[in-house]
């Protein structure tokens, strides 16, 4: 696969719960996009100096979108971008997964986009997702619209996503489990998968990134075989092969 | 035609740009025509596999990126046998950065290593406990290294200085002493980043090698002092981003230059700025590298 470097327009940038949805027109990441992947998002000045990467959300034939939550300087000023401004992209980045048809889906608050993203190619599986609140949760018709069993809850109400894999935890039999969200809630959901003798489970995993071409080795993840590159060697890897400390 | 070429020692480089060392891998040529370039500086190699540091490895400043990475490689073996021949096709003059914590293992990897254009001596990471900048600040030890390397290699040697010698003139010409072809001037500055929620330093080793646009007057400066007091060709690096601050450094004295965390920001600068370098010697009728020093 040979990523793209592109200068490409901002179509739209609006608000989807409590995120901000940043859609790029572009024809060529159509073609190229495949499940797992990702993209450099970076500005046209020297600062902030260097791209963030972002799992896609959704890749059309004529654009693409990312979601964006406010964290730093980046996705402050990426919040902000209006149609028309001008963005540094490149990618397709990162290892291509072959999602199985069906599965199960665990996502905590922003880890619903690559997992919305993975979803797009399957048939239907389940979905468990959480978040600090109720707004915090969107695409849940479109889920449910592509076969998905959607089990949802929040913090605000009380409610953690590990505590609703923990009573539905047969649904997760025999099946390939895909899980992006915060370190604790990943760590959380291994804990249980352990104590249920499962272990066909994936984890997208995050980290500061530099190149995305595995240039820098700035994104490393310590697995049970020394650091890995989350850009060249990830974003998904098998859940038991990670350390979360 | 313009003619861009530019010489040290025995070297004959196309044009004045590299690529730095530990910023660039095989899949930027999927992106950018590497033999268009006048040269490139491979990630460190040392003897043994090393690592790298525990992540968070890298954080972004204004205009600028502090890492800590601690020379991630697969030693010495797995370089000549898997790295090198991929590299070797790449069209262009390979530099091999090396990296020893002692004084054997620099000569064990140079007398290894054949068939490129030279060595680029890493004494200078500040990212590593055993060698790197502490090397770099003794000019003795500087001195030691570059001739107990040159005393096993015929190739030339490109000396890497670290910023925080106390006085980066005494290191340049301890390196020329000890028998080095050119010097790279220079590495990362030590920088510090706090992780404001923790209440402690981001890097699990506290500080971080400081690299970028924020650091090229520092740099520029340091090129300018070394080319004012010692005769040996000069690779200016730190914070070039455009074309023009190549003509800064190749003013100040440098003889090539190095491109480094540029391209994080943008993938093709290396290219880019090699076509507007060629553009604005163009509208100055300058036909050559030479023809920027007249007045």
New interface residues.
């Given amino acids: 696969m ?2 793209i ?1 592109k200068i490409l327009p901002v179509l739209e940038n609006k608000k989807l719960g409590t995120y901000r949805k940043v859609t790029l027109a572009d024809k060529q990441m159509y073609k190229l996009a495949e499940c797992g992947n990702f993209v450099m998002i ?1 500005f046209l000045t ?6 963030r990467p972002f799992s896609f959300l959704e890749v059309n034939k004529n654009t693409f979108s990312i979601l964006v939550k406010v964290k730093g ?2 996705t402050q000023r990426l919040s902000r971008v209006r149609e028309g401004d001008n963005l ?1 992209v ?1 990618g397709p980045l990162g290892k291509k997964f072959c999602s199985p048809k069906e599965g199960v889906l665990i996502a905590g608050g922003i880890g619903i986009a690559p997992v919305y993203y993975q979803s797009k190619h399957m048939n239907g599986g389940i979905l468990f997702y959480g978040g600090k609140s109720k707004k915090d949760l969107i695409f849940i018709k479109e889920f449910k619209e592509n076969g998905f069993k959607v089990r949802t809850t929040n913090e605000e109400d009380g409610g953690l996503v590990t505590n609703l894999i923990k009573k539905h935890a047969e649904e997760l039999n025999e099946k390939q489990i895909f899980v992006c969200g915060t370190i604790e809630m990943i760590k959380s959901v291994r804990n249980i998968l352990n104590k249920e003798q499962i272990d066909n489970a994936y984890v997208y995993m995050e ?5 995305g ?10 697995t049970t075989e ?2 890995k590159l989350i850009c ?1 060697e990830g974003p998904i890897f098998p859940l038991k092969e990670v350390s979360l400390d | 035609m313009i003619d861009l070429s530019t010489k040290f020692g025995s070297l004959k480089l196309k044009n004045p740009i590299l690529l730095a060392s530990g910023v660039w891998d095989v899949p930027y040529t999927k992106l950018i025509d590497f033999s268009k370039l006048g040269g490139v500086v491979c990630k460190g190699v040392s003897l043994n596999p090393k690592e790298g540091n525990p992540p968070p490895r890298i954080t972004e400043t204004p205009c600028g990126v502090i890492n800590s990475i601690g020379l991630e490689n697969k030693g010495l073996d797995n370089f000549i046998n898997e790295i090198l021949p991929g590299i070797k096709a790449l069209g262009t003059q390979i530099f091999v950065n090396i990296f020893g914590e002692s004084i054997e293992e620099f000569k064990k990897i140079a007398s290894k290593i054949e068939g490129v254009a030279g060595f680029e001596v890493n004494i200078s990471c500040p990212n590593v406990g055993k060698g790197g900048e502490s090397f770099g600040r003794d000019p003795k030890m500087v001195f030691s290294i570059t001739k107990a390397i040159c005393d096993v290699t015929e190739l030339p040697v490109i000396v890497k200085l670290t910023p925080s010698a106390v006085n980066i003139e005494e290191t340049a010409q301890a390196a020329k002493e000890g028998g080095a072809t050119a010097v790279t001037v220079s590495n990362t500055f030590p920088g510090l980043a706090i992780d404001i929620e923790k209440k402690e330093p981001l890097f699990k080793r506290i500080t971080g090698g400081l690299s970028g646009p924020a650091i090229k007057p520092l740099a520029l400066y340091n090129v300018y002092k070394v080319k004012n007091s010692v005769d040996i060709p000069i690779i200016g690096s730190g914070g070039i981003a455009n074309y023009k601050d190549v003509l800064e450094f190749l003013i100040a004295g440098a003889t090539a230059v190095q491109l480094g965390s540029i391209i994080f920001n943008n993938p093709l600068a290396p290219i880019e700025i090699l076509d507007n370098l060629q553009c604005w010697f163009e509208d100055n009728s300058y036909k050559n590298l030479k023809d920027l020093y007249k007045k």
């Fill in positions: 040979a990523p470097f970076g020297l600062d902030p100096y260097l791209p300087k980046g540094k490149l980290e500061r990134m530099g190149c071409l595995g240039g820098c080795k700035s994104c490393a993840v310590a020394g650091y060249t």
